[in-house]
């Protein structure tokens, strides 16, 4: 958590200062599919930046290369400062960077507790033979990092389902584990695919403070892809809009609201 | 929704000719070191000597291949078993090796009990039939939605099932097929060819020839028959099928017997060359490799396989076997596979897995 | 006792200190916050009271001065009550759930110069009238989640405050002079001053001093032998007397732990985690757990089914008997034995009553089913009558001697007097000084001889047990002069399962009658199993078996009231069932869901009149709104039927028969 | 009904993440080492305890080694046996290069030589699941049985090909050959279980437990955690195949003897074990021991429980009959409840918990 200038109440600012990371000249193909075509844009720290656009204009594709599930074949991804070439996703995990799923990825096996804990997997560094103790310095271990767990678990509401298997949750709940799951990482920057797919208006509500929250209270930089063409008017700093692969506008919500490339090929569309 | 795509699947290597140069880099500089340091000739026994045999001796080799073919074949047909329960109902049927065993000990068990040969193949294809309508009632209905895992373990357990209640109708001892009732040839064609003697058996070359034939008469099945076609639309997708007016249970209740047919007709030619025992029942896991090598949807592949794993097999223990004790036809065939697997995971024929996220 | 205790501890920052020497590494207060209870031992209370006393000191509170405080039960809200009368400041809970509107005026009334609050929700609540509270200079609050960009320069953690207080306190000038602080208090000083809920006007502050408190505390520390041992769960208003007493002052005097649940939703999982062996709730809380046992009894299989009610029935026989110390025959005990490990043992478990010692409710009258319910199996579940003015005691029942109708003898040191109208009076050490700023009702409510005025109707049994009838003010009379007591009559219907609601209608009538509302799901219940087909509540209400079953109902109602001194004239005549459910949304019910009745005569004028003019059925319609905000009309025709009426005075007739 | 839930709070987070949290749970386990630690010993004849309580120790040994595998990391394995045989083999090596060290520190080390084996042959695990890897297990399963007869260096060339089990003892008691009593290698069966137990027990309730487990269930959620999924597969290869090699190890000193160690690990056993592991319950510890119950004292019960009801049944007949109800009572679990043993003995103790209500 870094220190933010703190404001009279209720208002905020963000440090927009530096591009945290930057996406440069991406272009990305499934053997003669192009899913992306020379996309370029930048992520500054402490930002809520929007990815938007049609169905199939390749934003689930881009969070896929910026967390290094796709390898782009063209173009670099700069991230604090670092240029890659290759990335995997647990590197980009180790590196800071956490997501959702469009389609809820949790481990349904496991109790909504052990699936945040999994985000502190990174972050725990006993070893085979302590562990197997479960005594000493791993269940010392374990029990700070159930701290951090039960702050996340606080923080996002979700106590009377602790210790549930997360497979029978309502699906509301199951994406605010996710992103619990997700800030257990503590990332610097957070991919958040349609946080709010599928979810009535109340949970939509209840999902957009949360990302409010954490952006302010931990000034986590987060990047999200959403349909609710208010939610991302109301939530982002930034607006990027793709369609068929290709960037056609990048601005303020209210920039791209006005620009005509986009109201002819997004809001004009019902969705 | 928004845009689904596709993960390449992980490759050890990016493209398969960097990948191929580097193994056989790393043969001759392995073999460069090794010779070097070699005092016993191992290397020399390994990677020369064979083939000098090979040509040495053509037809040693004739025979072998034919041998490792015979073998092949029965793979094939197993697997082909295999491949039928899979495209249509999606089950991985373990049970297929002892479907093989079980089928084969009825007819026999009937023959011994005096009933006419021809009469037993048909009574023992009402057995099959018997076994598939109650499978699909017993097993497939009430798992029906379970995951592949399950219905898998499934026939783990229809294995066991049939083993113990073979042998307790049967006898756990290994019998004699009825080859000569049913008019199946004994004895074997010498062949004079590249100066020695290969020696084919009569059975082998019917083996082969009621092999193909079958594997036609599958492949008319599907193609020409309005069950054959839903039983192909199925594998694509159930409403497909139900669309073409068939039931999924009938569905399952066909294929399942189909399956029990090429089991009867693999233990009559197993049980001719062989004798007919439960030891089939391991011999049938081979036909796991050849599914990985053909892939588990196609029955071109399956029969492909079936030959590369028998020939391969054959060769290995004939040539190479010697050197570290003989006996390494009971895993080389995995391990055939197992390379395949790294290189070419979904096989031969199989499709481009992809990995969707 | 008393007085030895309030020579040495006779304040609750002294009384604390007490602890922290004699019992310092015992647990004093739980919270089950972050997963699992922390928890807090006497000592370490002892030390964040002091720290947070010097905190509120150097921010600037004085002795004196008053303190609001407002929030769920929460260990650092119970402390600040504790760290403002260290120096001498007067604590105000709060309802935390009142509008701002509400809060506004208790904060100005009380001239709280500091609010103690829980979250950002009571901070926003706050912050929106903060142009109505001039006194109010600063605010403090336990959880920070979401307060992080507020302007802090009037708004602090309470987790800082106590830090600071506790670095000011490395002084050691500083901490001799915070002590001499607290030995200044003395149990004559207003401890506290509690805001009545207002049903009727606007909140009043009833002022207790340490010592009131601390009797009420002794008086119920002293009747059911609590001590440290005992653990108890808050999860009651803290603004409540009730609470005060019970998690605080009680907790302090006989030093045993206070359990703060981890959120109201949670209240029975956590009861059940803590195992508490001292437990109050209202009468509603029990009926809850009872039925949801009975709902969820109906989708077990039916051999347990069978069980569990052939159990509840030995319960019945045998169990208030054996919980009161009686003779049992040894069938019926053995009976109970094997009935407590089968279904009571677990029932409890289930509740969290397994350790429970003595457990209380009152607030308002409880069912007698629902009553011996528990006790029979094995809660020693009790009722009292106490009022913020008394500092909560005035009747308890002792063990032994409990009864489901009456709420029991005067309480220890509490002297009782019943006035002519009927009214209750009392008198005892712990009652209160008077009203906050407000001398004309202080004078109102208390007699020239030290009694208090109750405001409820009621009279001694034979056994010298209390029952309380109605408000005295509500208790009216027939044309004949006879007794009608609304409430009682409503009550006493409202016990059936199948009644939701009762409005009886009397005063200067004839006679009196009633109109009911049935329970919906217990009626439907019935129906389902008797085959009875309806499509609404309206069809329901008025189907004739539901009709039979009603009138058995009140049937009963009339023996019983027949049998009762001074009530047998208030028996049921006719009745009728309402054709809709009372609702607060149409204004027939307060938000507390309490029957307006005056409203309800008006609302349902055609059939009050034909309850009175002897026709068997009316005509009425009536205007509602839906739950999305749309009106529209109900029309019905409303059947009245009568009922029996006992002769009064003696046993009626055959009702063992009939029980 | 036994449970008394209330007054069972937890004041700190160790005591929340306890294994056992309810006091009913610990009794109860306590019951059961009492019983297996006195009344086992004291009141079972040798014959019990040879042929019903060690096979049964073992089994569960390795059924919670395959079940690591399998039900936690999802990676379904059919060279069980031969991953046993690799323990038993290293074991008898290491008996014979020190003869000095105590056989049961021996016993717990040819664990990690079948651990290594494990991983080599779980190292194509990366790239395939599922079935395929079933058959690359099944590579392992007859080349290592392949080897265990074919390569004399591992029987120290002994013109029979068997192995022997050398008499080894404790503080002068016999612990392993014929002078061992079944008692004593009870006691050491029990001692090795009890132990490798809880480490199970350790390490699936913390990091690498959900690290495999977050591997099943999703494991492109699992990579985005940080998870390296060849680590965790290997892993879980290892620790499994630890678990099964000391149970090889235990089956061949403690239990058969050497003579037979050519012909017990065969793929048939490997089914056994998969067959314990999925009757058992997959990802359930205790699920394993109920499967290895299940399915080692069935065929015994069979053998010697029809007799005494008087069903006439010869010692084939009941081989048969014995395979016959494992299949179908395989094929009855996985349609009735295919979460195995352990969630009905689960969904048992969660009655118990809400009795009287039914949920």
């Given at each position: 958590m870094n220190a933010e200038p703190i404001n009279v109440t209720g208002t905020l600012i963000r440090a927009?200062?530096?591009?945290?990371l930057s996406v440069e000249n991406i272009s990305l193909r499934f053997g003669g599919v192009k899913?992306?075509?020379d996309v370029s844009f930048d992520i500054r720290k402490g930002e809520i930046r929007a990815i938007i656009g049609p169905n199939g204009a390749g934003k689930t594709s881009m969070l896929n290369c910026i967390n290094g599930f796709y390898q782009p074949q063209e173009g670099q991804i700069v991230f604090k400062g670092e240029r890659r070439a290759k990335m995997r996703p647990h590197r980009a995990a180790a590196g800071g960077i956490a997501r959702t799923f469009q389609n809820v990825a949790l481990f349904?096996?496991?109790?909504t507790l052990d699936n945040i804990m999994t985000g502190r997997t990174l972050k725990m560094k006993k070893g085979f033979f302590w562990q197997a103790l479960r005594h000493g310095p791993a269940m010392q271990e374990e029990i700070a990092h159930r701290r951090v767990v039960e702050d996340i678990i606080d923080f996002l509401q979700i106590e009377h389902i602790r210790?549930?298997?997360?497979?029978?949750?309502p699906y509301g709940l199951q994406k605010r584990v996710e992103l619990g799951r997700a800030l257990a990482m503590e990332p610097e920057l957070l991919l958040l695919?349609?946080?709010?797919?599928?979810?009535?208006l109340e949970e939509k509500e209840d999902m957009c403070r949360f990302i409010l929250d954490v952006n302010n209270q931990f000034g986590t930089t987060i990047a999200l892809i959403e349909h609710d063409m208010g939610v991302v008017m109301d939530l982002s700093d930034r607006v990027v809009v793709l369609e068929y692969g290709r960037k056609i506008a990048d601005g303020t919500p209210d920039e791209v609201k006005a620009n005509q490339k986009v109201i002819d090929a997004y809001l004009g569309v019902a969705h | 929704m928004s845009d689904i795509a596709t993960r390449p699947a992980?490759?050890?290597?990016?493209?398969p000719l960097v990948k191929f140069g580097l193994i056989v880099a790393a043969i001759v500089v392995a073999l460069a070191i090794g010779v070097r340091l070699d005092t016993s000739n191992t290397l020399y026994a390994i990677f020369v000597d064979p083939f000098q045999q090979m040509v040495q001796a053509p037809d040693l080799l004739v025979q072998t291949v034919w041998e490792g073919l015979v073998s092949g074949v029965l793979y094939a047909l197993i697997a082909l078993g295999f491949v039928l329960i899979f495209k249509a109902s999606?089950?991985?049927?373990?049970?297929q090796g002892i479907m093989v065993v079980f089928a084969a000990l009825t007819l026999v068990g009937l023959y011994e009990k005096g009933v006419p040969a021809f009469l037993a193949v048909i009574i023992t294809l009402g057995v099959m039939f018997a076994l598939a309508v109650t499978i699909e009632r017993v097993v497939l209905r009430p798992l029906v939605n379970q995951p592949d895992i399950i219905l898998f373990m499934a026939t783990f357990g229809i294995t066991y099932f049939l083993i113990g209640f073979g042998e307790a109708l049967f006898g756990g001892n290994p019998k004699q097929m009825i080859a000569e009732q049913l008019y199946l040839p004994k004895g074997a064609v010498d062949l004079q060819i590249l100066g020695g003697l290969v020696s084919l058996q009569k059975i082998d070359i019917a083996a082969a020839l009621i092999a193909s034939l079958m594997i036609a008469a599958l492949a008319a099945f599907f193609q020409y028959t309005r069950i054959g076609r839903a039983l192909r639309a199925v594998a694509d997708s159930h409403k497909a099928a139900l669309s073409v007016g068939i039931s999924l249970n009938q569905i399952w209740v066909i294929v399942w017997f189909t399956a029990g047919i090429v089991a009867l007709i693999t233990g009559i030619m197993w049980g001719a060359r062989s004798d007919v025992s439960f030891a089939l029942e391991i011999v049938a896991l081979k036909a796991l490799p050849v599914l990985i090598l053909g892939g588990f949807t196609s029955i071109p592949g399956a029969i492909v396989g079936g030959l590369i794993i028998g020939i391969g097999e054959k060769l290995g223990e004939f040539y190479w076997g010697p050197l570290v004790g003989g006996g390494i036809e009971s895993w080389l065939a995995y391990f055939i596979a197992l390379g395949f697997l790294l290189f070419?995971?979904?096989?031969?024929?199989?499709?481009k897995i992809i990995e969707r996220i | 006792m008393a007085s030895g205790t309030a020579g040495q501890a006779d304040t609750f920052p002294k009384l604390l200190l007490r602890n922290a020497r004699e019992?310092?590494?015992?647990?004093?207060f739980r919270h089950k916050d972050l997963g699992i209870w922390q928890s807090w031992n006497w000592a370490e209370v002892a030390e964040h009271v002091r720290n947070f006393a010097k905190g509120l000191a150097d921010l600037g509170l004085k002795r004196g001065e008053k303190v609001a405080i407002i929030g769920q039960n929460r260990p650092r809200l119970y402390w600040s009550m504790c760290a403002a009368q260290w120096i001498g400041a007067i604590p105000v809970p709060v309802?935390?759930?009142?509008?701002a509107e509400e809060m506004a005026y208790v904060l100005d009334h009380a001239e709280a110069v500091f609010a103690v609050v829980q979250d950002q929700e009571q901070v926003d609540k706050l912050l929106s009238i903060a142009d109505r509270l001039?006194?109010?200079?600063h605010m403090l609050y336990d959880e920070p989640r979401g307060l992080?960009?507020?302007?802090?320069?009037?708004l602090h953690a309470i987790e800082t405050v106590i830090a600071d207080g506790g670095r000011a306190l490395k002084d050691s000038q500083a901490e001799a002079a915070l002590a001499r602080e607290m030995e200044?208090?003395?149990?004559?000083?207003?401890?506290i001053i509690l805001y009545t809920s207002g049903t009727t006007g606007r909140p009043k502050g009833v002022m207790l001093s340490h010592y009131n408190v601390l009797i009420a505390a002794e008086i119920g520390c002293g009747f059911d032998g609590l001590n440290e041992t005992d653990e108890v769960i808050a999860y009651l208003p803290i603004a409540w007397v009730g609470d005060h007493v019970f998690s605080y002052a009680q907790a302090m005097l006989a030093g045993f732990c206070v359990n703060c649940p981890e959120s109201p939703d949670t209240v029975i999982d956590d009861r059940r985690e803590v195992g508490t062996t001292y437990a109050f709730a209202p009468p509603r809380v029990f009926e809850n757990m009872l039925t949801v046992t009975m709902v969820r009894m109906e989708d077990a299989g039916a051999l347990k089914r069978k069980m569990f009610h052939y159990f509840l029935d030995v319960a019945k026989r045998y169990g208030e008997q054996i919980l009161n110390g009686e003779s049992v025959p040894l069938k019926g005990r053995l009976l109970y034995k094997l009935g407590d490990w089968l279904v009571y043992g677990p029932l409890r478990n289930r509740f969290g009553?397994?350790?429970?010692k003595v457990g209380y409710t009152a607030g308002e009258a409880i069912g007698p089913e629902l009553f011996r319910f528990y006790r029979s199996i094995g809660v020693n579940l009790k009722q009292l009558y106490g009022q913020t003015e008394a500092g909560v005691y005035i009747t308890m029942q002792p063990n032994g001697e409990i009864k489901a109708d009456t709420v029991g003898?005067?309480?220890?040191?509490v002297e009782i007097r019943i006035d002519d109208n009927g009214e209750v009076l009392y008198r005892s050490?712990?009652?209160?000084?008077?009203y906050y700023k407000d001398p004309d009702k202080t004078a109102e409510t208390?007699?020239?001889?030290?009694?208090?005025?109750?405001?409820d109707a009621g009279f001694f049994d034979d056994g010298g047990h209390l029952k309380i009838i109605d408000r005295a003010k509500d208790v009216g009379k027939l044309a004949s002069g006879d007794l009608f007591p609304p409430k009682y009559i409503e009550n006493k219907l409202k016990?059936?399962?199948?009644?939701k609601e009762a409005v009886a209608f009397g005063q200067g009538r004839d006679y009196a009658t009633v109109a009911l509302n049935i329970d919906l799901i217990a009626v439907g219940n019935w129906a389902e199993r008797n085959n009875v087909?309806?499509?609404?509540y309206q069809e329901l209400a008025g189907h004739d078996l539901v009709y039979d079953m009603i009138a058995k109902h009140v049937d009963e109602v009339n023996r019983s009231l027949a049998a009762e001194p001074m009530m047998g004239?208030?028996?049921?005549k006719r009745f009728l069932i309402l054709h809709k459910e009372l609702d607060a949304d149409d204004g027939e019910?307060?938000?507390?869901?309490?029957?307006?009745r005056g409203f309800i005569a008006e609302r349902y004028a055609p059939l009050v009149t034909a309850l009175y003019d002897g026709s068997d059925a009316a005509d009425i319609s009536t205007e509602v709104t839906f739950e999305d905000g749309r009106k529209g009309v109900i029309a019905a025709r409303v059947k009245v039927r009568d009922a029996k009426v006992y002769p009064t005075g003696q046993e009626a007739p055959s009702s063992a028969k009939a029980a | 009904m036994l449970y008394r839930e209330a007054g069972q709070y937890k004041s700190s987070y160790a005591s929340d993440m306890?294994?056992?949290?309810?006091k009913e749970d610990r009794i109860g386990i306590a019951v059961i080492l009492a019983i297996a630690l006195v009344a086992v010993p004291f009141l079972g004849s040798d014959f019990f305890i040879a042929s019903v309580m060690i096979p049964f120790l073992i089994f569960s040994l390795a059924a919670i080694g395959l079940n690591i595998l399998t039900?936690?990391?999802g990676l379904i394995s059919l060279g069980t046996a031969a991953f046993m045989g690799v323990g038993a083999y290293s074991c008898y090596k290491l008996t014979t290069l020190f003869?000095?060290?105590n056989i049961i520190v021996l016993i717990l080390l040819s664990g990690l030589f079948s651990a290594g084996i494990g991983v080599l042959f779980g190292l194509p695990s990366l790239r395939i699941k599922g079935f395929y890897l079933a058959v690359a297990t099944l590579a392992a399963q007859f080349f290592l049985q392949w080897a265990f007869v074919r390569v004399p260096w591992l029987f120290n060339y002994n013109a029979s090909g068997a192995i022997e089990v050398p008499q080894r003892t404790l503080f002068d008691i016999p612990?392993?050959?014929?002078?061992?009593t079944p008692e004593t290698r009870y006691f050491v069966c029990l001692g090795l279980v009890v132990v490798l137990t809880w480490f199970a027990s350790n390490i699936v309730h913390g990091k690498l437990g959900r690290s495999w487990m977050a591997v099943r269930d999703m494991d492109i959620a699992a990579e985005l955690m940080g998870i390296k999924l060849l680590n965790a597969k290997l892993m879980a290869f290892a620790v499994s195949s630890y678990f099964c090699g000391v149970a090889g190890a235990m089956m061949i000193?403690?239990?058969?003897?050497?003579?037979e160690a050519a012909d017990v690990f065969s793929i048939r056993l490997s089914f056994n074990i998969l067959f314990m592991v999925i009757i058992g319950g997959l990802g359930s510890l205790i699920g394993s021991f109920f499967g290895a119950a299940f399915l080692s004292i069935l065929p015994t019960a069979l053998k010697f429980g029809l007799p005494a009801l008087g069903i006439p049944i010869q010692g084939a007949a009941a081989e048969h009959v014995t395979f016959m109800l494992v299949g179908a009572l395989i094929i009855t679990f996985l349609i009735?409840?295919?979460?195995?043993l352990a969630r009905l003995w689960q969904i048992g103790k969660q009655k118990l918990r809400t009795w009287p209500f039914p949920y």
């Open positions: 927009k200062g530096e591009v945290l899913a992306i075509t349904k096996g496991m109790s210790k549930l298997p997360v497979g029978k949750l695919d349609e946080p709010m797919a599928g979810m009535n | 992980p490759s050890l290597l990016a493209s999606g089950v991985f049927n373990f049970a070419r995971p979904q096989g031969l024929f199989g499709d | 019992r310092a590494s015992r647990v004093a309802y935390a759930d009142g509008v001039p006194h109010l200079r992080r960009d507020y302007d802090h320069s009037k200044q208090g003395q149990g004559s000083d207003l401890g009553l397994t350790n429970i003898k005067p309480a220890p040191m050490p712990s009652i209160f000084g008077g208390m007699t020239a001889d030290g009694y208090v005025r109750s405001g016990f059936y399962p199948n009644i087909v309806y499509a609404s004239g208030a028996q049921i019910l307060t938000r507390t869901q309490k029957v307006r | 306890a294994v056992f949290p309810l039900g936690y990391t003869p000095g060290v612990l392993t050959g014929a002078a061992a000193f403690l239990w058969y003897g050497g003579g009735v409840e295919p979460h195995g």
